[in-house]
């Protein structure tokens, strides 16, 4: 099975920031290359340099997956922007937990309300 | 005593799989959904340590994992080919090496009742154990 299948994406803007739904329930070693196309396609989008990952549907999220969210948040900061993740399962928030570099909301809206409240590279500039 | 036993080849793919047949076994026996999902991200981990380590040798490290059930915990070994490697040993990282890698066997770390390594001949042989029922949250 292609990779399209196993790790569907989907991407929808809150004003201007980005919003990538995860749509598979388990990340497992094998997702890297599926998670890294998906997380640089979301960050292009991010003309604003916002991006939410909506984890919501997320059960198990491994060391893998943490490599890709950090490698585009390296990305995005480089260019003042920033990625958070909402939502997940009870061992999501427990692997998030390690990754320091991205807060972690309960819910996409109160991710929304947070990077809303900041300002956004383009308005920093 | 309920046993799953597996051998993995050489992707990732096989990986996954056998961590999703793991996650399965253990709920199928009746454990907690959250116990379940920690077999299944340490066989994602372990299994793919080992593979990465044992890719420096001629031999393939020819990956074995089993789980077995009781009562009360859910135990993983994963035992393969490779140089001597103790999970629970503590390694210094860089950001930039944390960056890379590391993070996996933190996570077993953290996720594990109790963790023990053996070395047999060639093999490393970690054991990997949790509790089959979460135990409730105290404030």
Redesign the interface.
Known sequence: MDDDRRFPFRTEMRGDIVVLTFGASHYHADSHAALGAALTQAADAARAGRVIVDLSGVVLFSSTALRALRSTYVALEARGGRIVAAGGGELVAGVLKFAPFIEHYHSVDEAVAALSAAPSAKEAE | MPQLIRRIGD???E??SV??EA?TFCAADGAD??QS??I??AV??L??NALIHGAAREEAPDVVVEIWTDACELNLRVSARGPRFDPRERREKTPEEF???G??L??VL??ADRLAYARDGERNVTTFTVAKFARPEVD
Do not use: V
Request: glycine share 12%.
């Open positions: 992707t990732l793919a990986i996954a961590a999703a996650e959904e959250s999902l920690r299944g991200l994602d981990e299994a793919a960056a890379i890698g993070r996996g933190t996570l953290a996720f």
